[in-house]
């Protein structure tokens, strides 16, 4: 029962965030607003009336909304302001308080100051309040009697995508290839040079396909995100913008090109062997959020048509092993190697992909089982390793 309901909530939670975004790529992933709260109201000297203080603007979580929801209650205004407190009056000493303004935001947003780039709140706890503007101090003896202005500034929304499976990879690594086999009715972007996935795509796989006996859909959300670059992390190749969305995935699904990579002109850049690639993506998961490591992991060894039996299996004995990092070079060795829930092989532009299928499921629901609820990702350690 609370299996079932964990599915589902995973399930509902992408679904409504995205809302009704026929190829559900998501086009909106941020919105600027500018924030005013209340000014307090003057007091009066010469009684030591007190003004009432400015309301306050207030964001609070709520579920199942989309994040496109935002724009529309705020009728394209793109602002908002808090009442001011009432000023104090021989007949009324006591300004009356002005009214806070409280918008409803979806889960899994970044509260960042417009001009410094501070993330002000990392908004992810269900119907918590959390307070963007203070509202000034009504006028008293401490401030001369003197109405106080409220905050007001500029601050970007940041949304993050809660996908149950984040795809991880270098460009041209077959991700969106993968979505397309997994969802065949899903219309993807595929082409034979890397940084064809230019936005985040998110598709709905249902998992329990065969499996008839079952009451309640089985769905898994993945998200295909643009290929990532060395130097991802310090924002290379618009790294942040899209690594952002692995923050809350449940699983990361790191896909490598059996063949390797090539990045640009062979004289300017080393090609990197797939067990490197695998090395690159480490490094630059652990230096753009050291918990993403600590998710739960599974490599896919992708275009496994392209190359000879063994060498994949030679590659795959390696990353099974706890020390994988130690065949690399050192300058590409991670600092914190993951140790992945699984590794596997798939050929998705042949539609090869039921090792990998039979994978996602049983990590998936080995990490649900463990907990019996909806496991809080964001203080996951899975039971034998990773010591951070
Ligand atoms: N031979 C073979 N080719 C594949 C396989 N999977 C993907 N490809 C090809 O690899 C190329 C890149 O595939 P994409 O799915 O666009 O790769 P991507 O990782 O999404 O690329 P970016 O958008 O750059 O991140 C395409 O030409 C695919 O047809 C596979 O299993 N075998």
């Known amino acids: 029962m609370r299996l079932s309901w964990c599915l589902k909530c995973a399930t509902k939670r992408v679904q409504k965030l995205i809302g009704n975004d026929e190829r559900n790529i998501v086009k ?8 005013k709260a209340g000014g307090g109201g003057n007091g009066l000297l ?3 009336g007190v003004g009432g203080s400015g309301g306050n603007i207030y964001f609070t979580c709520v579920p199942d909304m989309p994040f496109q929801q935002i724009k529309k209650n705020l009728n394209g205004r793109f602002r908002i302001a808090a009442e001011y407190g009432t ?25 960042v100051h417009k001009e410094s780039g501070d993330v002000l709140h990392k908004c992810n706890k269900m119907y918590q309040r959390y307070l963007i503007a203070k509202g000034g101090a009504g006028g008293n ?18 949304l993050k995508l809660r996908p149950n499976i984040g795809l991880v990879g270098l460009p041209n690594a077959g991700k969106s290839t993968i979505l397309q086999a997994f969802i065949p009715k899903k219309s993807v972007k595929i082409a034979a040079y890397p940084f064809t996935t230019l936005k985040p795509q998110l598709g709905f796989w249902k998992a329990d396909d065969d499996d008839k006996t079952s009451a309640e859909p089985f769905v898994l959300s993945l998200a295909d995100l643009p290929g990532l670059i060395d130097g991802a992390a310090d924002n290379r190749g618009r790294g942040h913008e899209f690594m952002k969305h692995l923050e809350y995935a449940d699983i990361l699904l790191i896909v490598v090109d059996c063949t390797g990579f090539q990045m640009g002109d062979p004289f300017e850049n080393p090609w990197r062997s797939p067990l490197e690639c695998v090395g690159i993506l480490n490094a ?45 070079p050192e300058a590409l060795q991670p600092k ?10 798939s050929s998705a532009k042949f539609g090869k992909i039921d090792k990998l299928k039979e994978e996602l499921i049983r990590v998936y629901k080995s990490v649900h089982f ?19």
């Open 284 to 328: 630059e998961l652990e230096n753009y959020l050291k918990r993403l490591v600590k998710k739960p992991c599974v490599v896919v060894l992708n275009k496994t048509d392209l190359v000879e039996k063994q060498e994949v299996e030679d590659l795959k004995a390696k990353l099974s092993t706890k020390g994988w990092h130690k065949y690399l």
């Open 336 to 345: 914190i190697p993951i140790q992945f829930d699984a590794v596997t092989t």
């Open 28 to 35: 909106l992933d941020r919105i600027s607003l500018h924030v």
């Open 370 to 388: 463990d907990t019996g609820e909806c496991i809080d990702f964001e203080n996951y350690e899975s039971k034998e390793k990773r010591h951070i």
């Open 141 to 158: 003896y401490k401030n001369n009697y003197k109405g106080e202005s409220g905050e007001e500034l500029n601050i970007l929304l940041h």
């Open 46 to 48: 010469r009684y030591d």
């Open 87 to 111: 000023s104090s009056q021989k007949l009324k000493l006591v300004g009356q308080n002005g009214k806070h303004a409280v918008l409803n935001i979806p889960l899994g947003i970044d509260v």
